[in-house]
């Protein structure tokens, strides 16, 4: 709804679909769409009053935020408030992050790429956002994006351009990237790479992920969140969210100079861990991590990129270009997308597939390249969980010795799983971490070597537990 005033002129004031209010404006050729209240809309007020020649007062600034408030009671209609990415009359926009200028892609194959400038798009305004570094007289060459991240791999430069790629839809799903690597892998200039190209912002690379405040401080601010140096198993309530954050979820907040007002996060982003190795223990959100391994980089690996030194200086000298070449193959991709077809197996992150079908066949791969290269990457995943537990091992080889499926009660399985470790202090005596333990390796084991573990009504003697080897059924 469009308002004016002596401060403002002409403004607008939006609901988005989650009822949160925002202020939009247009002053010196800049649009601005800030929450209300914010501390950017507070920021802006200022600025206002001294560009009027007017002291910006504590008085003042709350009296004026008061205002828009009761004005904001009158909008009933609601419009979608971004911010980096959206679809609309099918075209996908992108926010450039200054201004009011924004990218265009449309599926016109001779000028689907179009830089303009306008506000009937609107996103929302944050002091944490950079600008992308798109130049449209550039030259487009995205094959120098690996001169700068470490993957020879084909495979996996096929899965990590679908992740950049599937994170430019506004209303996909979107699989967690890990990146995974000793030390001197490159993981951390690896995800400022990535970031650079398809979500900048200065927030840069955020600590490791410690509680669901910093999951929803980082997905209210930017579109890709990044989370560094995660090394320890994540607790399951924040696994949880970050399955709530791959397909789709909400968390609420106590909103900004109140006490009982809410503010509502939308929790769906396309994620970036790094790492030694990875968080994540739970089945459910490992069917939804796109898992990238770096080796430790030799000096030859720096002399691609210059050395040292002249890393950061090449990166953005030869940044507009590769920017310019992805957004080339995301139009490809984007003409594409519809007429690709659901493969016969279907996997949990579907819309991560199409783009990934697509982005297949825009590059020139064999055909089913990707759906093999998606298949042998999520079983990454539980080989990981496998490999680093000692519990698992010792199931694996327990298994091994059965020639039928066969019930324990705890207090003799946690013995016998004792005898079959290299490590036996490493396997929990206690039935309750012993339990907690166990289910973090049994989706793994299942997937990964076929042994099903049952968990069995109690008996006067405690829990019990059954444990099937591969191709045998219990009787």
């Not at 990981?384 to 324990?408: H, N, P």
Request: glycine residues 6%; aromatic residues 8%; charged residues 25%.
């Amino acid at each position: 709804m469009q308002f004016q005033s002596d401060l403002f002129g002409k403004f607008e004031i939006i609901k988005d679909k989650n009822s949160s209010k925002f202020f939009a404006g247009v002053f010196n050729d800049v649009q601005h769409v800030a929450l209300i209240p914010s501390e950017e809309l507070c920021d802006l007020i200022t600025l206002r009053l001294i560009e009027k020649k007017e002291k910006p007062s504590k008085t003042r600034i709350t009296g004026i935020i008061d205002e828009l408030k009761a004005l904001a009671i009158q909008v009933e209609d609601k419009e979608d408030v971004n911010t980096r990415y959206t679809m609309r009359n099918d075209c996908l926009y992108i926010y450039r992050g200054s201004g009011n200028r924004q990218i265009k892609i449309t599926k016109d194959k001779k000028n689907g790429i179009k830089c303009l400038k306008g506000s009937r798009i609107k996103f929302r305004s944050s002091k944490y956002i950079s600008e992308l570094d798109y130049q449209p007289e550039a030259n487009a060459d995205f094959s120098l994006f690996w001169k700068y991240v470490p993957v020879s791999n084909k495979n996996s430069q096929l899965l990590l351009t679908a992740f950049m790629l599937n994170a430019c839809f506004p209303d996909h799903e979107y699989p967690i990237l890990l990146i995974e690597g000793p030390p001197g892998s490159g993981k951390t200039t690896t995800t400022e790479c990535i970031l650079e190209l398809i979500d900048p912002t200065s927030f840069g690379v955020a600590a490791p992920l410690t509680s669901p405040e910093d999951i929803k401080l980082a997905a209210f601010h930017r579109h890709v969140p990044a989370f560094d140096n995660n090394n320890g198993i994540l607790k399951p309530n924040l696994q949880n969210l970050l399955c709530q954050s791959s397909t789709g979820g909400k968390l609420t907040g106590r909103k900004f100079f109140t006490n009982t007002d809410a503010v509502v996060v939308d929790l769906r982003k396309p994620i970036i861990f790094n790492g030694l190795q990875s968080p994540f223990s739970q089945h459910d959100l490992l069917s939804r991590v796109i898992h990238l391994r770096l080796k430790p980089l030799t000096n030859a690996d720096y002399a691609k990129a210059g050395g040292k030194t002249n890393f950061k200086n090449q990166f953005e000298a030869d940044l507009p270009k590769i920017i310019k070449g992805f957004y080339v193959i995301l139009q490809k991709v984007f003409v594409l997308i519809d007429k690709i077809e659901n493969p016969e197996t279907l996997f949990r992150m579907g819309d991560f597939t199409k783009v990934g079908i697509a982005l297949e066949q825009v590059q020139g791969y064999e055909e089913g390249s990707f759906i093999k290269a998606y298949k042998n990457n999520l079983k990454k995943g539980f080989a990981a969980i496998i490999e680093e537990s000692d519990l698992a091992q010792a199931v694996i080889l327990l298994a091994g010795k059965l020639r039928e499926a066969k019930t324990y009660h705890l207090t003799e399985l946690i013995p016998a799983l004792k005898g079959y470790s290299n490590s036996p202090h490493s396997i929990p005596g206690n039935p309750k971490s012993f339990k907690t333990d166990l289910g973090q390796v049994e989706m793994s084991l299942l997937e990964m070597h076929g042994i099903e573990i049952k968990h069995i009504r109690k008996s006067n003697k405690g829990a019990r537990l059954m444990i099937i080897p591969p191709s045998k059924k219990s009787s």
